[in-house]
């Protein structure tokens, strides 16, 4: 660095330091054991040493070589753009000369048109571990030198700060591999498993069990799975693991791995093996393993894999050239790994899928480190760079030898290419879902993937596979993948989107057809119930074409002219351009991907009332530039009142553009039962045969685990008592998005449960409901119009002026419970006269927000909709 460069990044070092309020001078004279005239003596002191010292005891804490993990949330809150001290570490960092804006657009694609790079990297980037140039390894500073699972500190800024005067390091550098762990000798070897899991739906398919069942042959498996499974089908997995858990944690695989080494097995008792194998569940297998271990068990080293790759999804273009010739692995390791570790971004990895570890890397105190630090991450890129591809980099930087199964090194990633079809042929045993589905390196003719792999692997289990892949694939996701097919002059047809500039344009000159309607999922992949409602109201309509997008759920819909695609296709964007109107479940930015013109007749059809808000009012002070506009040519309400509050939800939508009509989902709720959809029907009968003669309390609580914690044994106790007395049952139903499943896990035993993995339908549980004890204010509401009693349940009293459009206290059609006493008070008068509809308040509440109280209001809609039609034809 120039004297000049040196002076201003030491004037950028004292203003920052000062302004910033990270100097504390008393401490830092306590730990230099020095006594300084002023603040600013100590100051000039700590920017003249290179001792390593850091400015305060937040700083210091830290530096982690020694400090214990820490208990506090992982993740800070990401600042916003114009937040003071931010603005502060772009000015460091700016000075220091150690930002290089190129290279960081140049290996971060979505950060090629950036205009402030810098900005990006302080705010956002080094929480993702990504690097602000070729000489600094965000990721290797901050798990070398700070607590890798606290976000406490940029690493780049403590680096200027601390690091850089101290000299600490800050990328891996390289180091010759040691001798390796041999463990040929006369007795087996002796190996344990933690094996990874997660399924949505909190289900064991054979397709896992068989897995699981094969590596018990060959290691002692212990199963952790990061979602709530019920104990019915961890059962399955009892005769072939030592011990198996379903723990959520959020952190995915390597959370798994770091929960069963730290807490679960322990390192003691890992240490007792020969060789520890982290596996996961997102591979299918498709024959035994045993040459596998029988081909590893002769290689000499401190660690292996099945395969290595190098240059990973996020850096990597689309390859299908299958005869880009592989490098002998052995070649990577005498001449190559050095190369690799210079190069400015590591891109290096052995297939975390599939790992094993001896006793030298079992035993290195770093790696313990770094698997004990494993938390939450913020995306997939952050879990790839830290983890995935931060271990690679470790283990061979501290000269931890490595052998994998595949003896080359291929291009990319060739499990998710043609190329693996050649791993296939020389003995690869597994099949990544992921290439299946997500297929981001367009591999072509992936439709014939059973064919394909039964002509290699003749006994491969592909019709479980297939039957797993269908419940577990995307549903969009997989047909885009399928799609994908070479065509017959050789050339590879991959199905590609319009931009939102080109899909502008197409708007611009494609009609539109007034009998064409488009009916858009939810982001869940749900056709939410009121858009269920219309659709089943108009579904055997000649007349008209139905059109439904979907997401990532496969839907069985049917009908006279009814049309079933994926929103993101080209097909379905064909579809949407030409329809005339288009039906949403809730806000279109959340819904509608593309900006439609005026000539789309865009109505929002939600199906619930207006409760509860997104997100609290504030007052927003900067100047407006342009007036706010909504693609919302009308939405339908409940009420009056609901249609105000609906507004200010759909803002900036005019109340007039209102229909008080009621809510389409409602006629579910009160419709007869011969008029339901079959599914909807079967799911409340099969409801019915578990209640028996028993009345059914559904309890729908909030994701607030404050719902769960309050039920303490004694409050259990309470509650299984009064079902007995009243020959009633609670009936639990959580928020699909819910991992832990808490308020299942605090009353199963005196509930049943009614899951979304076991009844898609909320209105069948409703339906088949006495009673209902609810979190969810919009959900109490809409309840009311069956006339049925409500138990509104908040508990922890949140406060409402940032919650709710209402005062619920007013607006609930009975007293609020904010505790278990209030709730029991409620519990003794439940299912007891007066009944609701004779209650003064129940009425007043649901007469305020429910204008009709039929099953006709799919049918208003409609009749709507064609008048809307009509009047801009005239």
């Keep these: 660095m120039s004297p000049a460069r040196q002076d201003a990044s030491t004037r950028a070092r004292r203003r920052f330091l000062r302004e910033s309020g990270w100097f504390d001078h008393d401490w830092y004279s306590a730990r230099t054991a020095a006594t300084f005239g002023s603040p600013d003596d100590a100051l000039r002191h700590f920017l003249a040493s290179s001792g ?61 048109h950036s205009r402030d790079p810098l900005l990006h990297y302080c705010r956002v980037g080094w929480r993702e571990g990504r690097q602000p ?149 997102s591979c299918y297998l498709l024959k035994p393993l045993d040459e596998v271990f029988e081909q590893m068990d002769r290689s000499v080293c401190d660690w292996w894999g099945l395969q290595a790759t190098k240059g990973v999804a996020r850096t990597a273009e689309p390859v299908q050239d299958v005869t880009v010739a592989p490098i002998p692995l052995s070649h990577v390791r005498d001449h190559l790994l050095e190369q690799f570790a210079a190069e400015p971004e590591y891109d290096f990895l052995v297939g975390s899928y599939f790992l094993a570890f001896r006793g030298p890397v079992i035993t290195d105190s770093g790696f313990r480190r770094l698997l004990d630090s494993v938390c939450r991450q913020r995306s997939k890129r952050a879990i790839v760079h830290k983890y995935e591809i931060g271990l690679t980099n470790y283990l061979i930087s ?178 949407l351009l030409r329809s005339g109107v288009v039906l949403v479940p809730g806000r279109t930015e959340e819904t509608l991907p593309w900006p439609l013109n005026h000539r789309h007749r865009v109505i929002a059809l939600p199906s619930g009332v207006a409760a509860e808000r997104r997100s609290p009012a504030r007052f927003d002070v900067r100047p407006v530039r342009r007036a706010p506009t909504s693609r919302l040519q009308a939405f339908v309400a409940s009420s009056a009142v609901d249609c105000v509050a609906a507004a200010s939800h759909h803002y900036p939508v005019h109340y007039d553009l209102g229909w008080v009509s009621g809510l389409p989902a409602n006629d579910f709720l009160v419709m007869p039962t011969n008029r339901l959809p079959d599914e909807i029907l079967a799911e409340q009968q099969q409801i019915e045969e578990l209640l028996g003669r028993r009345r059914l309390v559904a309890f729908l609580p909030t994701r607030d685990p404050r719902a769960a914690d309050c039920l303490t044994p004694d409050e259990l106790d309470w509650l299984r008592s009064w079902c007995r007395q009243h020959d009633a049952v609670v009936g639990v139903r959580e928020d699909p998005h819910s991992r832990d499943r808490a308020t299942w896990r605090a009353l199963r035993g005196q509930a049943i449960d009614l899951s979304h993995d076991r009844f898609r339908h909320t209105v069948a549980v409703l339906r088949s409901a006495a009673a209902l004890v609810t979190g969810r204010p919009g959900v109490a509401l809409d309840f009311t119009i069956t006339g049925r009693p409500v138990v509104p349940f908040l508990p922890g009293a949140p406060d409402e002026r940032d919650t709710s459009y209402f005062a619920l206290d007013q607006m609930m059609p009975a007293p609020v419970c904010r505790d278990t006493a209030q709730l029991r008070r409620a519990f003794d008068e439940l299912l007891s006269p007066p009944e609701p509809p004779d209650d003064h308040h129940y009425r007043r509440v649901r007469d305020l927000f429910h204008e009709h109280l039929d099953h006709h209001s799919a049918a208003r809609v409609v009749r709507r909709v064609r008048e809307l039609v009509l009047q801009d034809a005239g």
């Design 52 to 112: 390593g010292i850091a400015p305060n005891p937040a700083l210091a804490a830290l530096q982690a070589a020694t400090q214990a993990r820490p208990s506090t949330d992982a993740h800070d809150d990401v600042p916003s753009e114009d937040d003071p001290q931010l603005r502060r570490e772009v000015a460091l960092v700016a000075s220091s000369g150690l930002f290089d804006a190129d290279f960081y657009r140049a290996v971060n694609p979505d950060m090629r």
């Design 133 to 281: 140039s070729a000489d600094f390894d965000t990721w290797h500073y901050w798990s070398t030198h700070l607590t890798p699972e606290v976000e406490g500190v940029n690493p780049l800024v403590h680096h200027i700060l601390v690091g850089q005067p101290a000299g600490w390091s800050t990328k891996a550098g390289w180091r010759p591999a040691l001798p390796g762990a041999d463990l040929r000798g006369p007795r087996p070897v002796r190996r344990a498993c933690l094996f990874a899991g997660y399924d949505a739906n909190g289900r064991i398919d054979e397709t896992l069990v068989g897995y699981v069942r094969e590596l018990a042959r060959h290691a002692d498996v212990y199963f952790l799975a990061d979602c709530y499974i019920e104990d019915t089908e961890l059962e399955k997995l009892a005769e072939v693991t030592t011990a198996a858990w379903a723990i959520p944690q959020g952190a995915y695989d390597f959370g798994s791995w770091s929960t069963l080494a730290r807490d679960l097995v322990g390192w003691e008792a890992l240490e007792t093996y020969d060789e520890v194998l982290f596996v996961n569940d």
């Design 398 to 575: 501290q000269g931890h030898s490595f052998d994998t199964f595949v003896d080359s090194l291929y291009p990319f990633q060739p499990v998710f290419t043609n190329q693996y079809f050649r791993l296939l042929e020389r003995g690869f045993p597994l099949l990544k879902k992921y290439f299946l589905y997500e297929n981001h390196y367009d591999t072509p003719d992936l439709e014939n993937w059973k064919e394909r792999i039964t002509a290699v692997v003749p006994g491969a289990p592909v019709d479980v596979i297939e039957q797993n892949l269908l419940r577990t694939a995307p549903d969009d996701r997989l047909r885009r993948s399928f799609s994908i097919v070479t065509q017959p002059d050789g050339s590879v047809h991959v199905p590609c989107l319009l931009s939102r500039e080109e899909f502008h344009e197409a708007d611009r000159l494609v009609p539109t057809f007034d009998h064409w309607w488009a009916f858009l999922v939810s982001p869940d992949g749900e056709l939410s119930a009121s858009c269920r409602a219309v659709f089943e109201e108009v579904h055997d309509d000649p007349s008209l074409k139905k059109i439904v997008l979907t997401r990532s759920l496969r839907l069985g819909l049917s009908g006279e002219n009814v049309v079933v695609v994926p929103l993101q296709s080209p097909e379905g964007q064909r579809l």
